[in-house]
């Protein structure tokens, strides 16, 4: 089955620091993965793809797929960095499974 | 260009109660996805949409669940009768396609603020 997991549910990390968010996943097929992200009071919006190799924000993200993980990395955290991620896996043509997110706190 | 729109934003019931949640996406976007965001998980999808076809609705609990979207542009998510474990967030979302940088087409879900729903 089609599974993503992000092993941590809580991440508090200093401002300036690097912070690294984990998701690893199980899928049967090529995998097409992405990052998502929800600040306080706002929408669920999609953070980067790992199709498209993008730096969004200062993140980035590399799918491995010899080790079936696609962590979210950025070398100096903000404060603005604060907010849910949620790594998902888009399964068939649309079907998108998520992860149960990891809040990311960054301390001043 | 104006976002996905969704009400109510909250709603408080009882359990055995029904209750129903609307949904306008962005214009122009043919496919529309419901899902159920249960308090520490991630986002379930519950059923989706390709205009007013169903594509797949294989986690949606059709005991209790039912979703229309008759004109293939709104569309409202009903609960009867309710459950306690039925308290979540019901996130809508449309999605449309887009060309990305590197020229290649992709499918980005767009998503409304949410409905908040208490069973008590």
């Known amino acids: 089955a089609q599974r993503v997991t992000q092993p941590e549910k809580l991440l508090s990390v200093f401002k300036g620091a690097p912070v690294e968010l984990k998701c690893n996943y199980s899928y049967s097929g090529s995998p097409e993965l992405f990052w998502y992200v929800q600040y306080s009071r706002q929408r669920l919006q999609l953070l980067l793809r790992h199709i498209s190799r993008e730096s969004i924000k200062g993140f980035t993200a590399d799918l491995n797929k010899g080790e079936t993980s696609f962590h979210l990395k950025k070398p100096f955290a903000q404060e603005e960095d604060s907010a849910m991620y949620y790594c998902a896996l888009r399964k068939g043509a649309q079907k998108l499974v998520f992860g149960q997110g990891t809040r990311l706190t960054i301390n001043p | 260009e104006a976002g996905v729109a969704q009400s109510p934003r909250y709603k408080i019931i009882e359990k055995r109660q029904s209750v129903a949640f609307w949904c306008n996406p962005i214009?122009?976007?043919?496919?529309l996805y419901w899902y159920q965001q249960i308090l520490g998980q991630g986002p379930k999808l519950l059923i989706q949409?390709?205009?007013?076809?169903?594509?797949?609705d294989s986690q949606l609990p059709k005991d209790r669940f039912s979703a229309e979207r008759l004109k293939g542009v709104d569309s409202t998510l009903k609960i009867q009768p309710a459950k306690l474990e039925d308290s979540a967030v019901y996130l809508c979302?449309?999605?449309?396609?887009?060309?990305?940088?590197?020229?290649?087409?992709?499918?980005?879900?767009?998503f409304g603020p949410g409905t908040r729903l208490t069973v008590l």
């Open positions: 949409f390709q205009n007013n076809g169903v594509v797949d």
């Open positions: 214009s122009g976007h043919a496919t």
């Open positions: 979302a449309s999605s449309s396609l887009r060309t990305g940088g590197n020229g290649r087409a992709y499918n980005e879900q767009f």
